[in-house]
């Protein structure tokens, strides 16, 4: 079974930086549209970022400006990007993909990640 494994998480202080990556656990024809959700501690998960496969991105409000979802298509890899991160950010990012594409005959809808924890504090 194909899943998504996030990656890049950590602890960083307020105004830094940091790249998440989402990557299947083993090779794939392609993933169509991704989207990265986060979930605050005791709070709901929420939409932060979303590429198609042609490479249009969208935002949450909170992201624009200082998020930048990308993806590497060769390697089936997307990424998100995090600047001017904010103690607000702290929260577990889970990546998302609406199909995965394993083969001619096998796809994957509604496929997640298990998550990587982003802790901004100083």
């Known amino acids: 079974q194909v899943q998504l494994v996030e990656s890049g998480g950590g602890l960083v202080q307020p105004g830094g930086s940091l790249r998440l990556s989402c990557a299947p656990s083993?090779?794939?024809?392609?993933?169509?549209?991704v989207n990265w959700y986060r979930q605050p501690p005791g709070k709901r998960r929420e939409l932060v970022a979303t590429i198609t496969n042609g490479g249009s991105a969208n935002y949450e409000d909170s992201a624009k400006g200082r998020f930048t979802i990308s993806r590497d298509n060769a390697k089936n890899t997307v990424y998100l990007h995090m600047n001017s991160l904010k103690p607000e950010d702290t929260a577990v990012y889970y990546c998302n993909a609406d199909l995965i594409t394993v083969s001619a005959a096998v796809g994957i809808t509604d496929a997640w990640g298990q998550g990587t924890q982003v802790t901004v504090s100083s």
């Open positions: 083993r090779s794939i024809l392609s993933i169509n549209t």
